[in-house]
Nanobody, 120 residues
């Protein structure tokens, strides 16, 4: 069984910064993409940023230039550095990854979520 455990959420004032971490553990052969989603109250879950095993990244337009995603493949860990935070960034942030438990068996895994609250 594979688990994703997030950390680093919290309360911050507008303009501040936070760094989220997500570590994968368990029976892992390899990990393809790793990414972050967020869900604000009353809204659908949306993609924030994703990074491939080769380091290619993609960001939501709303966070481009402010957020940076990175990963440490040796540690099976993905990070999200969030700068210039805005109240509209307030949400529960979820880590997501496509994990291969064998060369032929893969599937998506989700973390439990971490709350980010940005005060104005």
């Amino acid at each position: 069984q594979v688990q994703l455990v997030e950390s680093g959420g919290g309360l911050v004032q507008a303009g501040g910064s936070l760094r989220l971490s997500c570590a994968a553990s368990g029976s892992i052969f390899s990990i393809n993409y790793m990414g972050w989603y967020r869900q604000a109250p009353g809204k659908q879950r949306e993609l924030v940023a994703v990074i491939t095993s080769g380091g290619r990244t993609n960001y939501a337009d709303s966070v481009k230039g402010r957020f940076t995603i990175s990963r440490d493949n040796a540690k099976n860990t993905v990070y999200l550095r969030m700068n210039s935070l805005k109240p509209e960034d307030t949400a529960v942030y979820y880590c997501n990854a496509e994990v291969l438990v064998t060369p032929l068996t893969r599937g998506p895994v989700w973390g439990q979520g971490t709350q980010v609250t940005v005060s104005s």
